[in-house]
């Protein structure tokens, strides 16, 4: 018999067990040790039964249970302990309060599709909410006002499981609020906050706010299944990643606008301070510099004001290297939903179109790009790793015409990891043990070079006896998920003897988890199946492989993938030495990660935007073999890893890339890895491999820290935003969008006409410099609205200079006759071989963050160019 209606029956918990409530709505008990160890005492066997969720823990527990503990000293000094330095950790200055006073934004909201903060909460999909997730936690630890914002999806993201010949299930559990560790945003007279925004047709879409509290940082989830919307809109946050075109647009206008009132709503309740700084991690929250805007035009600012004002203060972080991972939207059905009869009616249609229209070469002109917006809607921007910038300036450089690739205005924030939550507990107990708690913590939460280095202090022997450990605990796990799931495919218990021989604790393994996109080569192991097999059954050194990951449910090609490795994985011959679990998430990746010896990463070079995966095993002393893709071709050293060679230019046919990498990968496997895992010292260890791992602790360890990449937020890109944003008052805003208007009207008349230089032969000497005169045209403009450079440096034998060098010429004197100007200044002479030069005018002004800003840029005609242009050696 089905239930009407659901609804929970909390468990009332004697007076002195209050603060227990607070500890579990405080989601940092996710990576505080104290505050696990401290549930689990309440009830070993509910605790493990509730996966390690208190939320659930406390439903569960029997009563008499609670009344035993209520009276018990013992448990009541350890609750007080910890409740206590949770208010520690709440209210005491960090990092962010040492700062100078007023450098540093009040506040920055933090905007994100999915977040990965603990497998209880389960709104997230992959790397792009995990590292959400950890952004979160780490501004938290450095104590950066950061509110999040998000969705919350009724169905998370789904579960996975496997038929019985290895074909991806989906299930779809629902989640209860009220089950999971959230709190209502509620108005002073106890309602439920609500937003609500304009549809088609006079629909409405309104959604309550819960509150998840991650550390000292709230987080905002928009929650559209309330009983004042119609069927279809209460299902708009039903999945994350769900539904079609108009479902993803409705959920990505209640993330960016809904967003944005939210975090309003949340400051006028609370009092917490309204952010200065509005940061949308990818292009799905974009939408929210729409409503930016519409405040300001409310507030009687004209629409080009606002903009200029809303970009100040906007930073936009994209993750993906592949335009098909952007969200696309036709032309008609964004005009539809922002028309005079939908959301923002004040704002001219048109306008918001032209925000996200693909209007450069190659781009499609009848889609609403949304990282497009996100770029145009922001002054600054980055990708998650050095090569992933490179690779987003490029696909992106539509967008600034006339610039080099090396000078679009995004720059890059290495994405990193949140240590306590990702290393392993016998990790940081070894470290405690030999290093001292306060160092440990010290080194995985501030980081530091020099705290990374006492791991030189921890002995041989006892590295090994911990990696064995590890790994151990990996082999349980992998046996009690494998037993899981050959039930779930139709195996009976008899059949499944077998499992209690998969894995052995003293053989290398490998993992390799991730989502299952294409790129990402899930089957490249299995390019020679013979070979592999060889691997694996090796009488003297084996290794075994443990594989994990979803496939989009849409995605029926990554579901080939997953069961063309299942079907291999269910080979009599090999299933005690690799196998693939199904369903992986954060529970699941906390025992993968420190379990494995090598962490495998081989996508197709340069698709990987970072691939923070190998960065969670390598705080666990997981040793990483890779692609130099992502964050490993940033940090790669062969003292603590390995690079698989990649055919990039050598192979055009996606096979035989494919078979030449493979092999690569066999060859570094069987000559190089195998061997050093096996080979012992006088000692009867590992010592080569020891030694790998120390390097890894000690070199990676304080460049991965996700208080490392929140520090170069802050810095980088936050202060700067903020000072910006409190510089572009209603007059500056004006001012600035004026001057825009201005020079892009006036721009067509902008031209280089005359480059003389002092230097009239093809050679010179190094260390001297020669006089550069130019002459240019204006038009309309003076020399207070552009800046007219000198470029130079090396060039190739096409004449295109490289690592440019760029010096300001100075005006000398008034307009000519003709209305001309005349530039001077020197050309230093610095580097030897060929060398060349050239001049070009760009706009000027000072509250721009980037000369490109504009994309506008007068360069010397062509015939100029080959009579002036002059090539020293």
């Keep these: 018999m089905k239930a009407i209606r659901r609804f929970t ?15 579990a709505r405080n989601l940092r008990w996710s990576w505080h040790a104290e505050t696990r160890d401290l549930f689990q005492s309440v009830d070993p066997e509910h605790w493990a039964a509730c996966d390690g969720d208190p939320v659930r823990l406390l439903g569960s527990v029997p009563t008499e249970r609670l009344e035993t503990l209520a009276a018990d000293p013992g448990f009541l000094s350890r609750l007080g302990a910890v409740t206590h330095d949770l208010n520690d950790y709440l209210t005491g200055d960090r990092w962010y309060q040492s700062r100078p006073a007023g450098e540093l934004p009040a506040a920055v909201a933090y905007f994100s599709p999915e977040f990965g903060i603990t497998a209880a909460l389960p709104q997230y999909s992959g790397g792009l909410g995990i590292l959400a997730g950890d952004h979160l936690k780490a501004a938290s630890d450095l104590g950066v006002p950061l509110v ?11 579960r996975q499981s496997l038929s019985r010949d290895g074909w991806q299930q989906e299930h779809y559990p629902v989640l209860d609020p009220n089950e999971l560790p959230l709190v209502q945003l509620k108005e002073a007279d106890g309602t439920a906050a609500q937003v609500m925004l304009a549809l088609p047709g006079g629909r409405f879409l309104r959604a309550r706010i819960w509150l998840a509290q991650v550390g000292r940082v709230p987080l905002l989830l928009l929650d559209s299944d309330v009983e004042e919307n119609d069927l279809g809109e209460r299902g708009v946050t039903d999945r994350l990643y769900g539904g079609g075109s108009e479902h993803r647009l409705l959920q990505e206008m209640l993330l960016g606008i809904g967003g944005v009132r939210a ?65 696309r939207f036709d032309r008609e059905l964004v005009a539809q939903h922002f028309g005079a009869a939908a959301e923002l009616p004040r704002i001219d249609v048109e306008r918001i179109l032209r925000l996200g229209m693909e209007t450069y070469p190659g781009g499609e002109p009848n889609l609403f790009n949304m990282a497009v917006m996100g770029l145009r809607l922001a002054q600054r921007a980055n990708g998650v790793s050095l ?31 949140h240590a306590p939550t990702w290393i392993a507990p016998e990790v940081y107990r070894l470290g405690a043990r030999t290093l001292g708690a306060q160092r440990t913590e010290a080194a995985f939460t501030e980081g530091g070079a020099e705290r990374w280095d006492a791991v030189a202090e921890i002995a041989d022997q006892d590295i090994w006896e911990l990696r064995r450990t ?24 008899a059949e499944l003897g077998w499992i209690d021989g998969v894995l052995d604790p003293d053989v290398l393994t490998i993992g390799f988890a991730r989502r299952v996109p294409s790129y990402k080569r899930l089957t490249l192991m299995l390019r020679d199946r013979d070979r592999l097999m060889d691997l694996l059954l090796h009488r003297e050194r084996p290794v075994q492989i443990v594989v994990a990951g979803k496939a989009h449910p849409a995605d029926e090609g990554g579901k080939r993938l997953i069961q063309e490795l299942v079907r291999f994985t269910d080979d009599p011959r090999v299933r005690h030495r690799i196998v693939f679990l199904p369903d992986y998430g954060m529970a699941m990746a906390q025992k993968l990660y420190p379990g494995c010896d090598i962490w495998l990463n081989n996508p197709l070079r340069p698709l990987e935007a970072c691939g923070t995966s190998g960065m969670k095993a390598a705080l666990n002393g997981c040793l990483n073999l890779s692609v130099l893709d992502g ?28 078979d030449i990498e493979a092999s690569a990968l066999y060859d570094l496997l069987e000559q190089r890895i195998t061997p050093r895992f096996y080979e012992r010292g006088q000692e009867g260890l590992p010592d080569r491999w020891i030694e790998m791992v120390r390097r890894t602790l000690t070199l990676l360890g304080p460049k991965v820290l996700a208080g490392r990449m929140v520090r170069e937020y802050v810095e980088r890109l936050y202060a700067p935003a903020a000072r910006a944003h409190r510089a572009l008052d209603t007059g500056s805003a004006r001012e600035l969008a004026g001057w825009k208007d201005r020079v892009r009207g006036a721009w067509h008349a902008v031209t280089v006409d005359h480059v003389e230089t002092s230097e ?93 800003e504009l994309g506008l840029v007068a360069e010397p005609a062509e015939e100029l160019v080959e009579a002036a242009g002059v090539l020293m050696r």
């Design 263 to 327: 975090v309003r709503a949340y400051c006028r309740l609370t009092g917490h301070a309204e952010p200065e700084v509005f940061h949308t991690n990818e292009g799905h929250a974009g939408f929210l510099g729409l409503e930016r805007i519409a405040e300001l035009c409310d507030a009687g600012l004209d629409f080009d004001s606002a903009l200029e004002a809303v970009r100040a203060g906007t930073v936009f972080t994209t993750h993906t290297p592949v335009p098909a991972g952007i969200d």
């Design 387 to 417: 090569l992933h910038g490179n690779v987003s300036r490029e696909m992106f450089s539509g967008l600034w015409p006339g610039f080099d690739t090396e000078e679009v205005p995004i720059t890059s924030v290495t994405n990193g990891v």
């Design 631 to 658: 964050w490993w071709d940033e940090w790669y050293q062969p003292d603590f890893g390995w690079s698989i060679p990649t055919a990039d230019g050598a192979a055009t046919d996606a096979d035989r890339r494919d």
């Design 760 to 852: 009239a032969t093809a050679t010179a000497e190094l260390g001297t410099s020669v006089s550069l005169r130019v002459r240019v045209a204006l038009g309309e403009l003076g020399p207070d609205d552009v800046e007219v450079q000198a470029v130079s440096g090396r060039v190739d034998s096409e004449d295109r200079i490289a690592d440019a060098a760029t010096v300001p010429l100075k005006p000398v004197g008034g307009p000519d006759t003709e209305g001309r100007w005349s530039y001077e200044g020197p050309l230093s002479l610095d580097r030897t071989g060929p060398f060349g030069y050239t001049v070009r005018i760009l706009p000027a002004h000072r509250l721009l963050a980037s000369a490109a």
């Design 470 to 493: 590890l790994r151990e605990h990996l082999v349980e796990e992998v046996r009690e998920r494998l037993r899981a799931s050959w039930r779930q495919r139709g195996a009976g218990t």
């Design 148 to 158: 999040g914002v998000g969705l919350l999806y009724r169905h998370g993201y789904f």
């Design 9 to 23: 029956v909390r468990p009332v918990l004697p007076e002195p067990l209050h603060p227990l409530s607070d500890l």
